[in-house]
């Protein structure tokens, strides 16, 4: 019989492991930096806010007393290429390696597009594509720099990537994922050949601070949100935690160029 101290399911450790989480300030980001820590994984955060949200410093906390290892937070612009790439050569040179990414920068906006004005989109863009590429190339570059033999990044898409929301008019937004989603498997194709996989999640609706924000304004959407997929609910950002430890670990090793959508079967009506 097994010691109880031997491993269970090996692979999906991710101990000593150095990952970049960018919006990893709060919500999603921040969760799914958590079971990356219980993981152990040691996490940057990289986010635009001041400062973090107070939840960041209790996993923090958390990561130092329990769990052996460290949660740090940066203040930096996603879009912003020089102080990117130094932020984050900066981070591979204090360890000597640097393992994987979470991609969970975005904004969204809900605007008609008859009403949409072209800064907003670029804006939205900006952040949601462009920063999202700017950030997995500066990882990338590191992984190879430092001729690491593997590196796997994750980006957040969404459901939005693969269909039109019905009843949330978001045009930018749902463009920006479905640029994503394609982005990471162009990236795939060109880095695998160091090693790097790429893959992408793509959630349904989650219930987060912002979406109850919103139910404020269009209390019918609660339901209808629900109602809109096979379980008739909607996600919680843990629900995504699972999947994160599972695309940087050595459990998904063979899967690149993905799109794991998680979204309660909203897409396969």
């Given at each position: ?178 640029a994503v989603i ?54 919680t950002a843990n ?31």
């Amino acid at each position: 019989m097994a010691s109880i101290s031997t491993p269970v399911l090996p692979e999906f450790s991710l101990k000593n492991r150095v990952i970049v989480v960018s919006g990893g300030a709060r919500g999603l980001g921040l969760t799914q930096a958590e079971a990356l820590l219980e993981a152990g994984a040691i996490v940057h955060a990289l986010d635009i806010l001041p400062e973090p949200s107070p939840e960041f410093d209790v996993v923090a906390v958390r990561a130092e007393k329990e769990l052996g290892t460290s949660l740090t937070y940066h203040r930096i612009d996603v879009r912003e290429e020089q102080e990117l790439n130094e932020l984050i050569k900066d981070i591979a040179d204090k360890h000597g390696r640097l393992d994987g990414l979470i991609a969970a920068a975005g904004i969204q906006q809900e605007t008609p597009a008859l009403e949409h004005s072209g800064a907003d989109f670029d804006r939205i863009l900006g952040v949601n594509v462009t920063g999202v590429f700017l950030t997995a190339q500066a990882v990338a570059r590191q992984i190879i720099r430092l001729g690491q033999k593997s590196g796997s990044l994750v980006l957040i898409a969404s459901m939005s990537g693969t269909v039109a929301n019905r009843g949330l008019i978001c045009p930018a937004y749902n463009s920006s994922k479905a640029a994503v989603i394609q982005l990471a498997r162009n990236l795939a194709s060109e880095w695998g050949k160091f090693g790097i996989r790429v893959n992408t999640i793509s959630p349904g609706y989650i219930v987060t601070a912002m979406t109850d924000m919103l139910f404020v304004k269009f209390p019918e959407r609660r339901e209808y949100f629900a109602n809109g997929n096979m379980l008739g609910r909607m996600s919680t950002a843990n629900e995504f935690r699972g999947a994160a430890v599972f695309l940087l670990s050595e459990a998904s090793s063979f899967m690149t160029g993905s799109d794991l959508r998680i979204d309660g079967g909203h897409c396969a009506w």
